[in-house]
C-alpha cells in the first residue's frame, strides 16, 4: 500500500542524533554515524523527526510501504520505560490520531504497563496554539481531527450563518494519510477542487457527516496515487461508503473513473454515489454506481 513515510538524504546527514531521540516509535537508529530507517513498521508518518533535523536531511514522501502498526511499536518502544511512551501517546493524540492512540492506552492496559494517566489527561486541555507548536514539516498540513469538537448551537431565535461541516485537515487528497484515524469505518466525499464553489449549499447538502477528500484528475500529478489512496481507505481504514461529486465538464469524469478503480483494486465492496453539478452549482446526475 502507498502511505507517507520519512526519506533521509545520507550525503546531509551530520549524525547528531536529534531525529532518533524525536522518533518515540523507535523507527530511526544511528548506525555508522547516519540516521537510518530501521523499519517502515514503525513510522507513522507524521513527521515529528523532520523538525528536530538541523540541517533539512529528512523529507515526507509517498511511497510503497508496509502498514503502520501501533501494537509492534508498543512492544518496540515499552522496554524503554514510561517516559517513552508517554511521550509517544503524546505525540499521536497531539496529532488527532485517536485510534492509534486508543489502541497503545489498550496495549497498556492488556499488558499491565502502567502510566500516568492524569499525565495523560493535560493532552485534551492544551490549547490549540500549545499543540501548533509541535507541528513538523509544513503547518498547513498538520493533521486535525475536528470530529470530538463540540460547537455551540446558536441561540433560540437566531439563525446559523456560515457553520463549517468540514470534520478534518488537511483536505488534499495528496496530502491525506489514508490510515489517519478520522477515517476509520467513515462515509467519504471525494470532490473535485471546483464543487465547492459553484453549489451554495456544499456544506450542508454534501459534506456534513463525512470526511473530505478534494482532488482534480485534469490538474493533480500522479493522479494514480490516488488509486492506491482510497484503496487503502476501504481495505485499511474500512470506510463504509464514497461519494464522489463531481462537475458537469468532461475531464472532471476522471474522478469517478479513479474511485471505480480503485473499488476493483480492493478486495472489499463498498458502495458509490456518483453526483454531477452543473458549473451554475445545479445538481444535474446523483446515483449509485
Not at 10 to 25: I, K, Q, R, Y
Not at 189 to 218: M, R, V, W
Request: negative net charge.
Amino acid at each position: 500500500m502507498k502511505r507517507t513515510v520519512i526519506k533521509i538524504d545520507e550525503s546531509l546527514c551530520n549524525g547528531c542524533g536529534n531525529c532518533v531521540e524525536g522518533c518515540h516509535e523507535g523507527a530511526l537508529q544511528l548506525i555508522d554515524g547516519k540516521a537510518v530507517m530501521i523499519s517502515e513498521l514503525y513510522c507513522d508518518g507524521l513527521g515529528a523527526c523532520i523538525g528536530e533535523c538541523p540541517v533539512g536531511a529528512i523529507e515526507l514522501i509517498e511511497k510503497e510501504a508496509e502498514p503502520y502498526n501501533e501494537i509492534a511499536v508498543m512492544e518496540r518502544i515499552s522496554p524503554k520505560g514510561e517516559k517513552v511512551v508517554l511521550a509517544h501517546l503524546m505525540h499521536l493524540k497531539n496529532h488527532g490520531e485517536t485510534e492509534w492512540f486508543n489502541q497503545g492506552i489498550e496495549w497498556c492496559s492488556r499488558n499491565n504497563f502502567k502510566i500516568n494517566v492524569p499525565e495523560l489527561s493535560e493532552i485534551k486541555k492544551e490549547p490549540e496554539a500549545k499543540q501548533e507548536k509541535m507541528a513538523c514539516g509544513c503547518p498547513g498540513s498538520m493533521e486535525r481531527d475536528f470530529t470530538k469538537v463540540k460547537v455551540a448551537s446558536p441561540a433560540a431565535g437566531l439563525v446559523e450563518k456560515g457553520v463549517s461541516e468540514l470534520r478534518q485537515w488537511p483536505v488534499q487528497l495528496h496530502l491525506l494519510n489514508p490510515m489517519a484515524g478520522f477515517f476509520q469505518s467513515a462515509d467519504v466525499l471525494l470532490a473535485s477542487d471546483c464543487s465547492a464553489f459553484t453549489h451554495g449549499s456544499f456544506h450542508s447538502e454534501f459534506l456534513k457527516n463525512k470526511i473530505l477528500a478534494i482532488a482534480c484528475p485534469k490538474l493533480d500529478s500522479n493522479t494514480q496515487s490516488y488509486v492506491e489512496k482510497l484503496k487503502a481507505m476501504i481495505d485499511d481504514s474500512k470506510i463504509n461508503t464514497l461519494t464522489v461529486l463531481m462537475m458537469e465538464v468532461p475531464c472532471c469524469g476522471g474522478l469517478l473513473q479513479i474511485a471505480k478503480a480503485a473499488r476493483e483494486k480492493a478486495s472489499r465492496n463498498i458502495p458509490i454515489k456518483a453526483i454531477v453539478i452543473s458549473i451554475k452549482g445545479e445538481i444535474l446526475n446523483e446515483e449509485w454506481v
